[in-house]
């Protein structure tokens, strides 16, 4: 049986899709204008956040990138979302085309079960 009873972490999946506004940018441009507006209000809002990105384009025509993030708890999470609201990431550079968040192995934790949906083989 699961013991741990702690809140779990929070995963949220953004499916974003890249504008021609960010599409103009050269690469040099995009790199600069996320560490310098993106990323300053993302560490000057949250703490206990991380993040993975993966690019999609050459797989799906509506979704470019996946942006996975992982809070400690929703705090940070809205937090988190708050601040990307505040930056030219939402809606400017990216369209968010949806937000799948969810904790992972939720139903084990319900439960009381361990995780025997998640597996490495």
């Known amino acids: 049986m699961l013991t741990e009873q702690s809140e779990p972490p929070v995963t949220a999946f953004l499916l974003v899709k890249t504008t021609p506004e960010w599409l103009a940018l050269t690469v040099q ?3 600069d ?3 310098t507006q993106v ?6 809002r949250t703490s ?9 384009e050459f797989y799906s025509a ?5 942006w996975v993030w992982e ?9 988190l ?16 085309v949806e937000i799948l968040v969810g904790t992972e192995n939720g ?8 995780p025997v949906a998640t597996l490495t083989t």
Request: net charge negative.
């Open 29 to 31: 441009e995009r790199v």
């Open 33 to 35: 204008a996320f560490t």
């Open 39 to 44: 990323l300053p209000a993302i560490e000057a």
């Open 48 to 56: 206990g956040v991380r993040s993975r990105f993966y690019d999609t």
């Open 62 to 66: 509506r979704v470019t990138d996946v």
């Open 71 to 79: 809070a400690e708890d929703h705090c940070g999470y809205r937090l």
């Open 81 to 96: 979302i708050d601040a990307l609201r505040e930056t030219p990431f939402w809606d400017r550079y990216f369209e968010v």
């Open 107 to 114: 139903y084990a934790r319900s439960y009381a079960l361990e």
